[in-house]
């Protein structure tokens, strides 16, 4: 997969671009204040796979918190600013590495400039966030969907302008939509109109079983056409459940490296003679806590039961009653029904 070819960010030491993987990234859901618990949550969230942290910091209080928050983890993080040019030179000053900006929400282009010219003397990068929810002169009522593409692209030609015009350059373009078909659409004009890298996201995507398949199908596309440098997936609830979706479509595209077993199953059908769906819950919950890179599948026939298991570092083929163990293609046993799990584990000890 060839990405396109971007600018380089440096986000407190993690670069974002086309020449680094890509940066999965999610945001704290609990008070800034509360530092301890915040802490905890970033601690999980680097622990799931997150490279970047985000944190909101509508107040002082959260701000003054961030410099706590920053000396306590080992992951840069990310000020989401919205209106206040205080918060955003607060949060820069505080340590941030990165903050989040709607140059449309922020009052005046002093304001702005004030935030460029401290982010400059920081070396902070500036996210430019654009939402179709929030567009500076978008009546939504008014202004047609299929319009709406081409109002985010203008916002942020003028935005983009505004920075390079103070010669600040350390940027990455993100324009959100709740919307999977203007999602793809609006991130492809900005692929074709900016060198910059690009943050995706499709924001509001609903509660995590709701989110999940827009989300890939979203960002799946986008990257699998090469665009795409960070990614943050939304879902309402706990933010380690969205970076576990955000990983799992980086790793279905290969651009994750997997650290977990994967497990292939037939979806079964009339041919199969034993009940492949609990075999593979229990398989599924005998590996669960193996963190080996391990492909297993699990196959209800012979029909395409050695096929898989070629490409599998172990296989089960169920027959009745019984089923026939591969190891990396090669048929190595034939065990009874009953000791596949068993069997299974055994030759995955070995692996
Ligand atoms: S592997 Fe066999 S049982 Fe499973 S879906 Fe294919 S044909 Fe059906």
């Not at 204040?33 to 799931?48: M, S, Y």
């Not at 003054?64 to 928050?69: G, R």
């Not at 030179?89 to 304001?111: F, H, M, T, W, Y």
């Not at 935030?115 to 939504?140: T, Y």
Request: hydrophobic share 45%; charged share 25%; net charge positive.
């Amino acid at each position: 997969m060839t990405r396109r070819t971007t600018t380089t960010v440096n986000v407190g030491g993690v670069h974002i671009g086309s020449q680094a993987p890509v940066v999965v990234q999610s945001m704290t859901k609990v008070p800034t204040t509360d530092v301890a618990r915040c802490v905890r949550q970033i601690n999980r969230l680097v622990e799931a796979g997150c490279g970047l942290v985000r944190v909101a910091v509508p107040r002082r209080a959260d701000t003054q918190a961030l410099a706590k928050i920053v000396a306590r983890v080992n992951v840069p993080l990310i000020a989401d600013i919205h209106f206040s040019a205080d918060r955003a030179v607060e949060a820069i000053e505080a340590g941030a590495a990165k903050i989040r900006l709607n140059p449309g929400n922020v009052k005046s282009r002093d304001d702005l400039h004030r935030i460029i010219d401290s982010a400059r003397a920081h070396r902070v990068a500036v996210r430019i966030g654009v939402n179709e929810a929030s567009i500076r002169d978008l009546s939504r009522a008014a202004v047609p969907p299929a319009q709406r593409t081409a109002l985010m692209l203008k916002e942020m030609r003028q935005y983009v302008r505004i920075f390079e015009k103070r010669r600040f350059d350390p940027l990455v373009l993100s324009a959100k939509s709740s919307d999977t078909p203007r999602t793809i659409e609006v991130n492809r004009a900005i692929a074709e109109a900016f060198a910059y890298p690009i943050h995706l996201g499709l924001t509001h995507a609903g509660l995590p079983d709701d989110a999940r398949i827009p989300s890939a199908v979203a960002l799946g596309t986008l990257l699998a056409e090469g665009i795409g440098d960070t990614i943050r997936v939304s879902a309402a609830g706990d933010p380690v459940v969205e970076t576990k979706i955000a990983v799992e479509i980086l790793m279905s595209l290969g651009l994750l490296a997997r650290r977990q077993v994967e497990l292939v199953v037939c979806p079964t059908c009339a041919r199969s003679e034993i009940d492949i769906v609990s075999l593979a819950r229990k398989v599924k919950k005998a590996v669960a806590g193996i963190d080996k890179p391990l492909r297993i599948a699990v196959m209800g026939c012979i029909v395409n039961g050695p096929g898989e298991a070629a490409d599998a570092d172990l296989a089960v083929c169920a027959g009745k009653g019984k089923g026939f163990l591969y190891r990396h293609g090669r048929r190595i046993a034939t065990v009874p029904e009953d000791r596949i799990i068993a069997e299974l584990l055994r030759e995955l000890a070995g692996l």
